[in-house]
């Protein structure tokens, strides 16, 4: 399986396929509105506004499983989202990333044959998909998206 196979739902509850992303770097991040690295939010906006003529696709994934600072319903999230950090990113339905519950998804970025396995710590984390879809590049919540150490690697990934 690679991660081109796997069915996400959006926001607002359609399916989508990743297959529809084959060409793109993306960056998929666990996200959540009651965290101390929710301004994040506003890095990954910039990068997405910044990057995304030249192929790249900010994924962002509702989480409740730390602190339960994700507590709201998807309406809410999307509200929260757009009202306070103008986010226009694609977001995806709320999903467990670790554990039994874990979305395949994440069981898939995070398992042994990921190259970064490992349970998520925390909110935040990032994972670079090359336009492959290769998982090549996995940065820890205290990262910030528009610091050096990400756009750096993001424009290596688009060339």
């Known amino acids: 399986m690679s991660f081109y196979d796997h069915r996400v739902r959006t926001l607002k509850g359609s399916e989508q396929n990743l297959s529809d992303?084959?060409?793109k770097v993306c960056l998929v991040v666990n996200v959540a509105s009651k965290c101390g690295f929710t301004p994040q939010y506003t890095g990954l906006e910039e990068i997405w506004k910044k990057?995304?003529?030249r192929g790249l696709v900010v994924l962002g994934f509702p989480c409740n499983q730390f602190g339960s600072q994700e507590p709201g319903t998807a309406d809410e999230i999307e509200s929260f989202c757009q009202l306070n950090y103008g986010v226009s990113f694609p977001l995806f339905e709320k999903i467990d990333v670790n554990g039994a519950t874990a979305h395949p998804l994440?069981?898939?970025l995070t398992g042994e044959g990921s190259g970064h396995p490992g349970e998520i710590k925390?909110?935040?984390e990032k994972f670079l998909i090359?336009?492959?879809g290769k998982p090549v590049r996995r940065f820890s919540s205290r990262i910030k998206p528009e610091g050096a150490e990400m756009t750096s690697a993001i424009e290596a990934l688009l060339g």
Do not use: L, T, V
């Open 51 to 53: 990057y995304r003529d």
């Open 122 to 124: 925390w909110n935040f």
């Open 21 to 23: 992303f084959k060409g």
């Open 130 to 132: 090359d336009r492959e």
């Open 106 to 108: 994440y069981a898939y």
